[in-house]
């Protein structure tokens, strides 16, 4: 393994996750990145009831092999879905300050539980959560985390404490089925996707960036275009799914996606996804499912890091620019920045 410091701020800031798994940021620090479940072992399926089939016949399977199972259930489609062959078990919904965000979102888990008679849990969020679990992740990874890591770790403790001994989630229903709408709405040149993609560009904040662009590289198509498919299958699955498999890890829980263990059998259709019809089987199936509720639209999972980084000022360790316009930046950009440096700090003390 290769210790280089640069390269491995460079790549967290733009992929959110540490791309080449033979540099680290220091001596005795490996990073970890969650295994890719193979292709050969998914289930091709090629309808909506296929999928349902599918998603129940696993959680079956689940039920022989541990005693007590919980969902993250959130307002979306996807661990709806998942809720929805779980009657009577226990869900786990965030609710960020006091409930006051998101709102809607939380009346919509608050009613696929009580459709199908589920034990809603309360995952009660704040800065003071995200600073309790913030760098226990942190050190589980050997690098700094995405903005979901710790609470998501604070649900799964909450739910181990309750006795579940294995956790649902519908994270991986995006990148399968086609959810990722925006990344998807049309084909990119390899400029375009670049700057689209890039989460933070390490040239904006860093006084000695390393260039990212290698990765892109690797797609690129002829006449300037990019297979920008092929690299969210494999670039966007691997930094989404690390964020989940880390924090449960850090727990010490089991959790399972049945939707990571599927694949569609045709080909996506990309002009229904660019026609208002993102994730067309899903949204199906939810229908099918909650059919007296319209489909709601895809949100990411909620975390207020517009509220929490409101007032910040920046990092201030030498590795940062000095010039940073932080006006400019998102509050996920801000929390990249914050964890960069808060990461850095830990590791030199």
Known sequence: MAIDKKFCMSSYLAFRYIEDPNKDFAEGLHHQNMPVWPDEGKVVVYTADEIGQNVERQINELKKKYKKLGIMLSGGMDSAIVASYMPGCDAYTFRFLGGQY?????????????FYGLKLHYVDITWETVEKHIDAVMKAKCAPVHSIEPQILQAALQAKQDGVDCMLVGESSDLV???MDGLL???????????????????????????????????????????????MDDVFSNESSSSYWNAFAVAKLDYYDPYAH????????????????PKY????????????????????MPRPVDAY???WKGPTRPEFRN???????SGNQKWQLYCLER???SIEK
């Open 102 to 114: 998101q709102e809607a979102e939380l009346n919509r888990a608050e009613y696929f539980a009580k």
């Open 177 to 179: 089925f086609g959810g």
């Open 185 to 231: 709405a049309k084909d990119w040149t390899f400029d375009e996707f670049v700057n689209r993609y890039t989460f933070l560009d390490p040239k904006l904040v860093l006084k000695e960036p390393v260039s990212m662009n290698y990765l892109f590289e690797r797609y690129r198509l002829p006449n300037n275009m990019i297979d920008f498919e092929k690299f």
């Open 262 to 277: 599927l694949k569609m059998g045709e080909k996506l259709d990309l002009h229904r996804v660019r026609n208002g019809e």
């Open 281 to 300: 089987l899903i949204r199906e199936l939810m229908h099918k499912r909650y059919p007296e509720i319209p489909v709601p639209n895809k949100t990411p």
């Open 309 to 311: 980084f409101k007032d």
């Open 323 to 329: 010039d940073i316009d932080m006006s400019k930046l």
């Open 343 to 345: 990461f850095l700090n």
